[in-house]
């Protein structure tokens, strides 16, 4: 019973480099969503896809981007990474009307 | 004005007191509201759904008032494993699955 999980938990990258962090849930869920957290922020929603194939920007989604193929995964790639992207970012899911469930984060560090 | 607003805190709390949080929301056709505890370095988790007529879970009490756009938590008895930031979220637009959250409110419990 996997639940939710996100890879890679770690990451540091150059500025300037491509990177895709990977988002998978079991549960099928239909609402999948990538948040970052910063310091004085809280969690700001980045992007957010209501079905396989059905993507919208939430508040924060310069230089990010995502796709969703599969219902099960939520692919979150910065396709050219800036220091100002260096934060945790949480994926989550859920059904709609219900809680969303969290992934235990990865934590982007970029040079 | 922040859409949802939290007192950061932190708040030292003896154990075995009673603890309450306060939270604003700026837009008053929020339509559903939630308690998230998020401990160090880890990802939120649901604490309880804020429900019109108030609501109670254990030790937990949850309060709405739509007139002042609010909406409060009172721990009661508090534990040492209450130890966490409790983030205050808002569910504000109907048919939209998308959550704000406030920055959270930083608790610990001294012995």
């Known amino acids: 019973d996997a639940g939710i999980t996100q890879s890679p938990r770690y990451k540091i990258t150059e500025t300037g480099r491509q990177v895709t962090l990977m988002c998978h849930q079991t549960?099928?869920?239909?609402?999948m969503f990538w948040y970052r957290q910063d310091l004085g922020h809280g969690l700001r929603l980045i992007y957010y896809?209501?079905?396989?194939?059905?993507?919208d920007k939430g508040e924060v989604p310069d230089g990010y981007v995502v796709s969703r193929s599969k219902t099960e995964n939520f692919p979150l790639t910065l396709e050219s990474a800036t220091r100002s992207q260096t934060s945790v970012y949480f994926c989550?899911?859920?059904?709609?009307?219900?809680?969303?469930?969290f992934g235990p984060g990865t934590r982007l560090t970029v040079t | 004005r922040k859409e949802v607003e939290q007192d950061p805190g932190p708040f030292n709390v003896p154990e075995g007191a009673t603890v309450a949080f306060n939270c604003t929301y700026s837009?008053?056709?929020?339509?559903?509201f939630f308690w998230y505890r998020q401990d160090c370095r880890k990802e939120p988790k649901l604490l309880m759904s804020?429900?019109?007529s108030g609501n109670e879970d254990g030790r937990f009490t949850a309060q709405l008032n739509r007139a002042s756009q609010y909406i409060s938590l009172l721990i009661r008895d508090s534990k040492l494993s209450d130890s966490a930031t409790y983030l205050c979220?808002?569910?504000?637009?109907?048919?939209?699955?998308?959550?704000?959250f406030g920055t959270g409110t930083r608790l610990t419990i001294i012995p």
């Open positions: 896809s209501a079905a396989a194939d059905i993507t």
């Open positions: 837009n008053s056709a929020s339509q559903s």
């Open positions: 804020v429900y019109s």
């Open positions: 549960w099928s869920h239909s609402y």
């Open positions: 979220v808002v569910n504000m637009y109907f048919g939209n699955e998308k959550l704000t």
């Open positions: 989550a899911s859920s059904e709609e009307g219900y809680e969303q469930y």
